[in-house]
């Protein structure tokens, strides 16, 4: 099945730097990567997610790359600020004769400090 | 339009307890999921559901059942609780282009 490596597992940085956190996925029929940003005991939201038939996407701060050849990608938020402090998981798609789900990653702690 | 409901949204119970988990959703989707999260280990899939009248095992089924009793309604059973259980679990739907919605979570814990 999916297994979905996410690293760090903590950030620290100073507001207005940036912040990269990268996955790695193992099935190679995935073809959906979302990120979700979980505030302090609330549900996690959909911040950004990118399909196999595109290298990058783009929203304002944030941007997803996707490297299908070695499986991996990468969540990139630039001039960060107090409030994208946050835990961010990364998913990968999998599918089979059931239907389609999610296996996330661990999750990566980012801290934003001013 | 409420997006995707759970009760209750906290829970305490003893070892051996059973308890079931509801999860509807009004987005007329047809494919749910319930997860659990711990801290440093993410959301692990428990059993999910392609459509009414389907259900399959995630990463982590040992110990749950699940019902879909219709297109809203997804339901998560613990026949008998342990503490190896207490966490936090979500449910969740998967939209038309592939995104999934989830809901506020039930914080379960086992005594």
């Known amino acids: 099945g999916e297994n979905v490596e996410q690293h760090p597992s903590t950030l620290s940085v100073q507001e207005g730097d940036s912040a990269v956190i990268k996955c790695t996925y193992s099935?190679?029929?995935?073809?959906?990567f979302p990120w979700y940003k979980q505030e302090l005991g609330k549900r996690p939201q959909l911040i950004i997610d990118i399909r196999s038939n595109v290298g990058e996407k783009k929203d304002q701060r944030i941007a997803v790359t996707l490297n299908k050849t070695a499986k991996h990608f990468s969540l990139h938020i630039t001039e960060t600020q107090p409030e994208d402090s946050a835990v961010y998981f990364c998913a990968a798609s999998m599918r089979n004769q059931a239907g389609t789900a999610l296996i996330f990653g661990k999750g990566t702690t980012l801290s934003v400090s001013s | 339009n409420a997006g995707v409901t759970q009760t209750p949204k906290f829970q305490v119970l003893k070892t051996g307890q059973s308890m079931t988990l509801q999860c509807a959703q009004d987005m007329n989707h047809n494919s749910m999921y319930w997860y659990r999260q711990d801290p440093g280990m993410g959301l692990r899939l428990i059993y999910y559901?392609?459509?009414?009248?389907?259900?399959d095992k995630g990463e982590v089924p040992n110990g749950y059942n699940v019902s879909r009793l219709n297109k809203r309604e997804f339901s998560l059973r613990l026949e008998s609780a342990a503490p190896s259980q207490t966490s936090v679990y979500f449910c969740?739907?998967?939209?038309?282009?592939?995104?999934?919605?989830f809901g506020p979570g039930t914080r379960l814990t086992v005594l």
């Open positions: 559901s392609a459509s009414e009248g389907t259900t």
């Open positions: 969740a739907s998967r939209g038309p282009i592939n995104e999934q919605f």
């Open positions: 099935d190679s029929a995935s073809n959906y």
